[in-house]
């Protein structure tokens, strides 16, 4: 979900420069789980809003939180 979802804007990867230049590697902001849902559900300047819904705004959300906090 995140390679179809997001990963065309957003690095998540430390170092890995985001493929769009507005778009922050996920790496260094580190959001917290609610960060990503107001993200997905709101959208942001620049990213679409709702371009995951339901169930799945909480699973790409985990999968941000599990790859990017440490
Ligand atoms: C079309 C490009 C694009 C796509 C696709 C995209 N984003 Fe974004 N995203 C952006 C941009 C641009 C910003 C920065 C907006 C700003 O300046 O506030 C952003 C910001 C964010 C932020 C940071 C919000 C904050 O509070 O600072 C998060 C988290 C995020 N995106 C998660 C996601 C997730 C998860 C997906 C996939 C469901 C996704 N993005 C898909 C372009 C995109």
């Given at each position: 979900m995140?390679?179809?979802?997001?990963?065309a804007?957003?690095?998540?990867?430390?170092?890995?420069?985001s493929p769009?230049?507005?778009a922050?590697?996920?790496?260094e902001v580190r959001?917290?789980r609610e960060?990503?849902?107001?993200?997905?559900i709101?959208?942001r300047?620049?990213?679409?809003?709702?371009l995951?819904?339901?169930?799945?705004?909480d699973?790409?959300?985990?999968?941000?939180v599990q790859?990017?906090?440490?």
């Amino acid at each position: 979900m995140w390679e179809q979802s997001c990963a065309a804007c957003h690095s998540l990867a430390p170092g890995k420069p985001s493929p769009n230049p507005d778009a922050p590697n996920l790496a260094e902001v580190r959001p917290t789980r609610e960060q990503v849902r107001r993200a997905v559900i709101d959208g942001r300047p620049g990213m679409p809003k709702g371009l995951v819904g339901g169930d799945d705004v909480d699973e790409v959300a985990g999968y941000v939180v599990q790859k990017t906090a440490s």
